[in-house]
């Protein structure tokens, strides 16, 4: 569930890495129409069958989208991290939301209203090119996902996920967002099959893993490893 408004947030958020990406002008109109909505552990920013969504910057915290599957299940698509955006494909259809967001923990969300978004595109160029680029990256992404599950072997799929985060980070050392389970749906695979590979690794002098962390310790040979077929 939803716990406040929090209005004060928004002078603060000008310095977010987020907003830094624009020009003055169109920082101060985002911060001017939007707000802050804090949610508890387990709340659902949207549901599935929503029939209408705003626009959502994750400012703190952990989002999961998921999806329910036939059974029951829930398969968890994608991590939302702090400073990314979700959801931007319902600013342009009229389609019920197929996915549902859930905090996996407390979380601040920016969200702006449809219509003050979209009159924000009208205004700003450079808002617009920025959906038009992270819609594309997204896209490509999924496109590359896809391929990776039907080319690539499990323990390449993971080596690329790390390599991810690593560039990300850019650092050797990182910080796994998720456990192995959340990360062996993503990557297509059961958590016991991740688990072995993952352990492989280790015995290989590949990576060393404490808990979370990951160090990536020879990326030579796993990026050797990621080449074959």
Same mark, same amino acid.
């Given at each position: ?17 987020? &907003? ?23 709340? #659902?920013? &949207? @549901? ?9 910057? #994750? ?93 690539? &072997?499990?323990?390449?799929? &993971? $080596? ?20 192995? @389970?959340? $990360? ?41 490893? #990621?080449?074959?077929?």
């Amino acid at each position: 569930m939803k716990i406040s408004y929090n209005a004060d947030m928004n002078s603060n958020l000008s310095d977010h890495h987020f &907003f830094k990406r624009f020009s003055p002008d169109l920082r101060k109109a985002m911060l001017e129409v939007g707000k802050v909505v804090e949610y508890r552990k387990g709340a #659902l920013v &949207f @549901s599935i069958g929503d029939a209408d969504t705003d626009f959502y910057m #994750l400012v703190e915290g952990r989002i999961h989208i998921h999806k329910v599957s036939k059974g029951g299940q829930k398969r968890i698509l994608r991590t939302v991290q702090p400073g990314d955006t979700f959801a931007l494909v319902s600013l342009f259809d009229d389609k019920p939301m197929f996915v549902a967001a859930e905090c996996v923990g407390p979380a601040r969300v920016f969200t702006i209203s449809k219509e003050d978004f979209t009159a924000l595109m009208q205004q700003y160029y450079e808002l617009a090119r920025f959906i038009v680029d992270g819609l594309v990256r997204r896209i490509r992404k999924y496109g590359e996902a896809m391929t990776s599950m039907t080319v690539y &072997f499990v323990d390449q799929r &993971f $080596i690329s996920y790390l390599f991810d985060l690593s560039a990300l980070v850019e650092s050797d050392e990182v910080q796994l967002p998720d456990t192995l @389970s959340t $990360i062996a749906e993503q990557i297509g695979t059961a958590r016991e099959v991740l688990s072995r590979e993952v352990s492989k690794m280790v015995k290989k002098g590949w990576i060393a893993k404490k808990g979370q962390k990951v160090v990536l310790k020879k990326r030579g040979e796993m990026q050797k490893r #990621l080449e074959e077929r």
